[in-house]
């Protein structure tokens, strides 16, 4: 890993502002990336490339895979939209200084600070603090019951999985 320290602070700010004016679940997140001017787009990828980031001059292109389900689909805009607000970095110099950035298996194993970041990106707009909080005080949930994880799933557009690991680590169970 390199020196550099994931900033999960910043990650909070950065999506509070995003989210500013979006009252509940499930986040509209390609809206959210039409708002600062990137293309949504979806097509067949390599099967272990969930999504592409191109940025050249001003065009900013989000690629997802088709072969993937809509919860992964809309977690990896959520990831790209990550890098791309929080990430400008150095252009990779690829037919004239676009940047590129995959999502695969490495960064799915969030080994490096801006997959790691990208990834509490992901998740904290999907599935934002205070909206679980809310419900889980609101509804109570048992983390054994999957039709009530799943349930809470569907109402922010992720995997039960997805679900799963985040009231975790919210320590909502």
Do not use: C
């Not at 009252?23 to 787009?41: C, H, I, K, T």
């Not at 097509?43 to 050249?56: A, I, M, W």
Request: hydrophobic residues 45%.
């Amino acid at each position: 890993m390199s020196a550099a320290r994931v900033s999960y602070a910043r990650v909070r700010n950065r999506v509070q502002r995003l989210l500013e004016g979006v009252d509940g679940p499930p986040v509209d997140v390609e809206a959210l990336a039409a708002g600062l001017g990137a293309e949504v787009r979806v097509f067949r990828l390599e099967r272990d490339v969930s999504g592409v980031l191109y940025r050249e001059r001003d065009r900013k292109v989000i690629v997802v895979n088709v072969a993937h389900t809509p919860a992964r689909r809309r977690f990896t805009i959520a990831h790209e939209l990550g890098h791309l607000l929080l990430h400008p970095g150095e252009p990779v110099h690829v037919d004239q200084g676009l940047r590129i950035n995959l999502r695969d298996t490495a960064s799915a194993s969030a080994e490096e600070v801006d997959e790691i970041e990208a990834n509490a990106f992901a998740a904290n707009l999907l599935m934002p603090l205070d909206w679980l909080r809310r419900d889980v005080s609101e509804h109570g949930i048992d983390l054994e019951d999957t039709n009530e994880v799943k349930r809470l799933a569907d109402r922010y557009g992720v995997s039960a999985q997805a679900m799963l690991v985040r009231l975790a680590s919210l320590g909502a169970g």
